[in-house]
């Protein structure tokens, strides 16, 4: 999967580059064409529809109130059994962890890893260990805001080695999202901008 991740980043700036490419070396009989329709786009339309335009909030909003993540959380009281049970039923790797009676005050987050290392390895009962005991606190935990690129996030979960990553806005927890999330979006995101390179290569603009 990191490898995966490091081919995304890596491959958006290479398409980029080199379409760009593609229309510096034009044919000198072109590029008056090619320019004038330069002329005829503003910087700022161009920069706005540009690669790494889509934020967190962009993938939250895509997946829908009922599959953000906002209601992905566990107490730090719960068994790491019951976390465990809850990701199963959901189809989820991770919780976030709040403190008892306070869902918007996070303590941190439990992870599948967090299970394996730290309860089946070491021989531990799930339905005797508490959350808390096992979970990432929450001054080591990696968040980002709704206003984060999506190229950011992927970078930052790459070099941090993680594949779940709250969404925080003003300390409260608004949504949580996976590496697919984020390769889902980043791939989206060059499909189109490939698209409307060459549809304004083409004259589609």
Known sequence: MQGTLRTCLTHGNV?????????????????PIVFSRFESVSSARIEEQGFESTRIADILKAKGKGADGSWLWCTTDDTVYDAVKSMTQHNVGALVVVKPGEQKSIAGIITERDYLRKIIVQGRSSKSTKVGDIMTEENK??????DTKVLKAMQLMTDKRIRHIPVIDDKDMIGMVSIGDVVRAVVSEHREELDRLNAYIQGGY
């Open 15 to 31: 398409v980029k580059d080199s379409l760009l490419q593609h229309v510096r070396v034009l044919s000198p009989l072109l590029r």
């Open 141 to 146: 935990l990696i968040t980002v805001t709704p």
